[in-house]
């Protein structure tokens, strides 16, 4: 069971324990014969719609459970290469002041690129199928958005219909949708660089902000119900019904709704 | 809640439309002197669908952002609200207008995408529902379409912002679909 922490609350060891396997993972296989670029693919693949007409990660119901899997996966893989079982994905909760952009963390920033120390090249971190030509991590903080307030995600949380019809970018009554576009996307536009970007996942503070995003779930699921996803069973066509597969992963919304199943918890 | 009136559904009309224009083929990245892609382009039979495309260029921050504006001839396509949301994110290929328009940033490709999406002003607006365009750089900030190059300028401008001192890279240039 993974003990997931606020990035706030996280030691030294804790933080150098989970960059060091980041970097690891970068240049060695898991025991699932997965690789830390994997990751990027697929963020790549799934974002678009696939040769099966579903929008299986973004702007679709699939955004929350498709995340959670993504997530739990590079968690086991990360337990894998560092040979520690406890280790896990902090969340990193915007609305507060603990930043993870510092130098024994995510790296610091310099004129927009990570350019020494954690997540630097030289330090061992390698930027993947970059739509950005540079060799860089690459961060703009607050040049295109701000981060969401404690309002904000209050108002988020507070909707209760998890989604419905047309199941897109479009639905206003929807905490997926809600949860999307104003806290998700405004995060990433937050971190702007290479987390603007289709291969978000260059940046390891991906990670901590999807944490925080399944968190908030997790906490709106405990509120609305476990097992609240929408569309249910065989209703609905391009979007993955509760008990259809998600690509790539081969698994269900519903076997995905609870997070003690899944082996970790918030802390 | 989002704002859905009149002033909405003519904002779809006109979305729709112009969605034609500005949803961009890989092809694009072959007619990219700076990119390493080789082959036939996939565009020198095209004929265009409707009026003239309107060309525009600007020097923004130090880099040349030129592009082409294609309307598709779809500017009298009058879809309501209804019919465009339930297009969903297939409303690129269902529309058939890939491929019509173009950005380069310092004649570097980039390849665009047509969402439909809800907007949250930052004016005070109520937040409303439109089309939004991405491509790989601004892939969670879309930029809503207009019925002129204005969209594709500042779309332009946006990917300048974020570029700073950089370029883009052949990855941009990417098609992809929602």
């Known amino acids: 069971m993974a003990d997931r922490k606020s990035i706030a609350a996280m030691t030294s060891a804790e933080k150098t324990a989970f960059a060091n396997a980041l970097r690891t993972f970068k240049t060695t296989a898991a025991p699932s014969g997965r690789r830390y670029n994997w990751y990027i693919d697929q963020h790549i693949t799934y974002f678009a719609r696939t040769n099966d007409q579903i929008s299986h990660a973004h702007q679709a119901p699939s955004f929350f459970p498709w995340h959670r899997e993504y997530l739990r996966l590079l968690e086991l893989d990360l337990q894998g290469v560092s040979g520690n079982p406890n280790l896990f994905i902090p969340y990193w909760d915007w609305t507060q002041t603990a930043?993870?952009?510092?130098?024994?963390?995510?790296?610091?920033?310099?004129?927009?690129?990570?350019?020494?120390?954690?997540?630097?090249?030289?330090?061992?971190?390698?930027?993947?199928?970059s739509s950005i030509q540079t060799n860089f991590l690459q961060r703009r903080l607050g040049q295109g958005a701000s981060r969401p307030t404690t309002a904000a995600v209050n108002n988020v949380q507070a909707f209760t219909v998890y989604d419905q019809s047309p199941w897109n970018g479009t639905v206003s009554n929807s905490y997926r949708n809600r949860n999307e576009i104003e806290l998700h996307n405004r995060v990433h536009n937050y971190v702007g660089g290479h987390m603007g970007t289709r291969e978000a996942p260059n940046?390891?503070?991906?990670?901590?902000?999807?944490?925080?995003?399944?968190?908030?779930?997790?906490?709106?699921q405990?509120?609305?119900?476990?097992?609240?996803?929408?569309?249910?069973?065989?209703?609905?066509?391009?979007?993955?019904?509760?008990?259809?597969?998600?690509?790539?992963?081969?698994?269900?919304?519903?076997?995905?709704?609870?997070?003690?199943?899944?082996?970790?918890?918030?802390? | 809640m989002a704002d859905v009136k009149r002033r909405d559904v003519l904002r779809y009309g006109a979305a729709g439309a112009t969605t034609a224009a500005t949803a961009l083929v890989a092809g694009q990245a072959l007619a990219s002197p700076d990119?390493?892609?080789?082959?036939?382009?996939?565009?020198?039979?095209?004929?265009?669908?409707?009026?003239?495309?309107?060309?525009?260029?600007?020097?923004?921050?130090?880099k040349r952002i030129r592009g082409r504006y294609n309307s598709g001839g779809l500017t009298s396509l009058d879809l309501g609200l209804g019919a465009l949301t339930s297009l969903g994110g297939d409303i690129t290929r269902t529309l058939g207008l890939a491929g019509q328009s173009e950005v380069y940033v310092n004649n570097r490709a980039?390849?665009?995408?047509?969402?439909?999406?809800?907007?949250?002003?930052?004016?005070?607006?109520?937040?409303?529902?439109?089309?939004?365009?991405?491509?790989?750089?601004?892939?969670?900030?879309?930029?809503?379409?207009?019925?002129?190059?204005?969209?594709?300028?500042?779309?332009?401008?946006?990917?300048?912002?974020?570029?700073?001192?950089?370029e883009l890279s052949g990855d941009a240039a990417q098609e992809h679909t929602h």
């Open chain 2, 110 to 166: 980039l390849a665009l995408t047509a969402i439909p999406t809800m907007f949250f002003p930052t004016d005070g607006r109520r937040p409303y529902v439109g089309i939004g365009l991405i491509s790989a750089i601004n892939h969670y900030d879309p930029v809503e379409l207009e019925l002129n190059p204005n969209c594709l300028r500042k779309l332009g401008k946006k990917v300048v912002d974020m570029l700073g001192d950089l």
């Open chain 1, 203 to 220: 940046d390891p503070v991906f990670w901590l902000h999807h944490c925080n995003i399944d968190r908030l779930w997790w906490l709106w």
């Open chain 1, 222 to 267: 405990q509120n609305r119900g476990i097992d609240t996803y929408q569309p249910r069973t065989g209703t609905t066509t391009r979007v993955v019904d509760n008990t259809e597969t998600m690509q790539p992963f081969g698994r269900t919304p519903s076997s995905v709704r609870d997070i003690a199943a899944l082996g970790y918890t918030y802390v």
């Open chain 1, 99 to 129: 930043s993870p952009f510092t130098a024994d963390f995510c790296g610091t920033i310099t004129n927009g690129s990570v350019n020494s120390g954690n997540f630097s090249p030289n330090w061992g971190w390698s930027i993947y199928r």
């Open chain 2, 35 to 62: 990119t390493a892609n080789t082959g036939s382009d996939p565009k020198a039979n095209r004929k265009p669908a409707g009026p003239e495309p309107e060309e525009f260029e600007e020097t923004y921050r130090g």
